[in-house]
């Protein structure tokens, strides 16, 4: 076979793949523009003793690796994703596109990795405010590029829109800064994508990160609390986009790159707001790396930096310095409010996880501060104090089996629990210390220990 030229080669793939006219114009168009045409036409031509049938066996396995392989986040390590050493069930269809309503956000894998008791949704990233920051994205099917949007989520159900690029995503791995006034601590972080060219999709990958503090930070002109959703369409809602355009974000929220285009999307997708484009942050090192999150692997004397609007002690300038504990509970939330109004309400069990930061009390005269979820486009209240303790009596509500505990319940912690003071069942450093109600379990030696109708600790 003659592979001389580029028009060779795609007389070959169309004679090849005449029933598939679509999908084959899209082939041609990423491979000539990619660099690896030399290489594919080596593959396909360098050795005389490659039959017709062995060629042409090469060529459709080419062809369906980029139409249908699709791209997924690499690093920061998605949930379930190959990528991250934290996984137990890999999902190797980890690049498909999100089938409907009922798999946003995060094809509901968030839920189950936050839950996890033995680490399975630790964080695969540490960002810095205001520091740059990426997602690294495999190769795959680009489905000729599209619009893409880097998002925060403190709550597990609304994602805030950090970073949107317009057009010539995922040709590139997405760089950006993390906004200066991002609240610090535990978030579920999101990259989502709608293809220019193929069905009319959606896809979205999400990972564990930490938000760590910086000091000297100017406050950005635009507040956190202020910045935009993160778009959600074909989902069987009444936003769509449109076939073979960049899709321009109704609200692409100030750091964005590139314009998109117009009548990129179809129904009710939300206002629009006019934004001033900004450039590119300059790629950062692998700041992300493994090795990077040490601080997180010794919890006994940590603490989660508070959210607050005055900081009431100073902050460690760097991620060495900072120890952090968190811990994940799962919160009845009503499915109304889990999806975007264009989305129809799935038919899932209406529960969902909520991240909660436990937040020790430093000392009796210190004033501690509750991590408060950011909601976009209201202001966010702070706390002048720390959250009361749940009080209550002896134990009467038998043994807790939901994770709560204590207050008017009376329910006990099983064994090897003990009930915090906001009342869940854990055995946590923020579940055994400060605050722990002895009545409902309690802790020895570092364990939780089941003792009835006793409000002594013991240590």
Known sequence: MDCSSKATLRAYVVLCL????????????????????????????????????MQFLIAT???????????????????????????????????????????????????????????EGKPTALWRQGAPAAIKLTKGGLHSGGSCQASLSYDGKIFTVIYSMQGNCPTSDMAFTVPAD????????????????????????CFSAIIEA??????????????????VANLGGTCKTADMVDVRFPNPGPDVTGTGDDNSLIGDCGAAAPVTPVAPSPRPADHEAPEGLEPFETPAKSELVPFTSKPTRSVPPLASQLSVSFSFSSIPIPVDDQVPGNLPAPTRSPTSA??????????????SAVAVPVVPGKSTPVPSSAAPKPTGGAPSGGISTDGSCGGTKGKTCASPNCCSQRGWCGTSAGHCGTGC??????????????????SEVSR
Not at 63 to 87: A, M, W
């Open 437 to 454: 109600q002895a009545q409902f379990g309690v802790c020895l030696g570092g364990r939780a220990k089941f003792r009835r109708h006793t």
């Open 214 to 231: 910086a000091t000297g930070t100017v406050p950005p002109a635009i507040p956190f609390s202020q910045r935009p959703p993160m778009l």
């Open 354 to 367: 909520v991240i909660v930061p436990v937040v020790p009390t430093p000392s009796p005269t210190s004033t």
């Open 18 to 53: 005449t029933q598939a006219n679509n999908a084959i114009h899209t082939f041609i168009e990423e491979v000539e523009s990619s660099a690896s045409l030399s290489s594919l036409k080596n593959a396909l031509c360098s050795s005389d003793d490659l039959s017709s049938a």
């Open 61 to 119: 396995i080419i062809f369906f690796s980029l139409i249908f392989g699709h791209i997924e986040v690499e690093s920061p390590g998605p949930f379930r994703g190959r990528s991250n050493p934290n996984t137990k069930s890999v999902d190797y269809d980890g690049t498909n596109p999100l089938t409907g309503a009922g798999q946003f956000p995060c094809k509901g894998y968030h839920i189950a990795a936050m839950a996890d008791p033995t680490g």
């Open 182 to 205: 991002a609240p610090v601590g535990p978030v579920i972080g999101s990259w989502s994508w709608f293809n220019k060219s193929g069905n009319r999709e959606m896809y979205q990958n």
